[in-house]
Nanobody, 125 residues
Framework: QVQLVESGGGLVQAGGSLRLSCAASGRTFSSYDMAWFRRSPGKERTFVAAITENGRNTYYADSVKGRFTISRDNAKNTVALQMNSLKFEDTAVYYC??????????????????WGQGTQVTVSS
């Protein structure tokens, strides 16, 4: 069982930056793909970014490419999402998610078994 706890959300002006962090419990973190998803007001939860268990491969939604960076530290059981050049439309609750390492469907939320409680990011225009 893996427990995930997000932190780092808050209020920021458009053009600003925030760094989200997700701390994972358990001794098998290095065998998990990790990802960030978000739910904007009135919308369904969508994929933001993912990183493979060994950190070699990363994936991004088109809407955040070039602005967001996902990274992980397997020694500290953490995954981070650096968000730069934030836009009003980035306002959402951001969720950390994890699953056993796999070669397929890394951007599909129904492939993830473990979820954090979410952290609110609000971007003012």
């Amino acid at each position: 069982q893996v427990q995930l706890v997000e932190s780092g959300g808050g209020l920021v002006q458009a053009g600003g930056s925030l760094r989200l962090s997700c701390a994972a419990s358990g001794r098998t973190f290095s065998s998990y793909d990790m990802a960030w998803f978000r739910r904007s007001p009135g919308k369904e939860r969508t994929f933001v970014a993912a990183i493979t268990e060994n950190g070699r491969n990363t994936y991004y939604a088109d809407s955040v490419k070039g602005r967001f960076t996902i990274s992980r530290d397997n020694a500290k059981n953490t995954v981070a999402l650096q968000m730069n050049s934030l836009k009003f439309e980035d306002t959402a609750v951001y969720y950390c998610a994890g699953r056993r390492g796999s070669t397929v469907y890394i951007m599909s939320q129904n492939r993830y078994d473990y979820w954090g409680q979410g952290t609110q990011v609000t971007v003012s225009s």
